[in-house]
């Protein structure tokens, strides 16, 4: 029965389970990519970084999460006076810390104003004073909020974590990437609606620690990808004492077809 999923999924789309789809640089400005910065879970491992991700909408680019780490990755990519916008799901510095030195790479060396800053609430409060000098221009982001990145449409749900947590929806023409952000199980990747092409999914516990605290195995991460009908899987925000291989077998049969894991310098297209 596995198998015959398997099959069935891999048929809708032969370049599932390959790792890394495409390594085209994404610099090209052509169709809609995300490129994985880092995907380290709640802290870096060794030589590591944590969440971030270069989202590519038709030549916009857009820094998804800015965990300890992906600055320096980004600029493999992108350089930052080509930057047009950074989301932040939430405030814990796994998925932040490194807006701090953004801040200070686009004042003092860049010479950008006004530079676009989603995030919600809780973010704004947590930085300091300095931040608020028209460098960054906040835009507050909350459960049911949307907007037009260049040409993608990004809508925001909140999720099951300790602090306001938006996972995320990008959509352009007829496909969309869904983005869990941090949740727990209490949460389902279907709020982020039908017709994802790729679910990026957290998956920060090892299998023993499942229903300990807000965030999900790679067993859960599967079964909630399933659940949104998820074309492809790639799973995230791994803790760095988990066997990354031994996650995606489990996050795989939960799902039923194949799954990648996030590796950085890794481009998929969406
Ligand atoms: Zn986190
Ligand atoms: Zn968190």
Known sequence: MLSSALSQRAGNDSRIGSGVVSARNPTDGMGFSITVLGSDGSYP?????????????????????????????????????????????????????????????????VGKRDFPVYAPEGLQRLMREEHFDGTFDWRVISDGSSAELGPARWTWRRTDHPVETMAARAQLDGRALGYSADTGPAWELSALGEGLSLALVEASLPAAAEGTIQHLTARQAGATAAGAGAERLLLTHIAPPIDRERARQQAEEAFGAPVDVATVGGTWQI
Not at 50 to 62: D, E, I, W
Not at 65 to 89: C, F, K, M, Y
Not at 91 to 108: F, G, N, Q, T
């Open 45 to 109: 491992g060794p030589g590591g970084a944590c969440s971030g991700y270069l989202v590519q909408a038709g030549g916009f680019y857009t820094w998804l999460e800015a965990g300890p780490g992906t600055l320096a990755n980004l600029q493999l990519h992108v350089p930052l006076d080509r930057l047009d916008a950074v989301v932040i799901s939430h405030c814990h510095a796994d998925h932040r810390s490194d807006l701090e030195s953004l801040y200070v790479a686009l004042r003092y060396f």
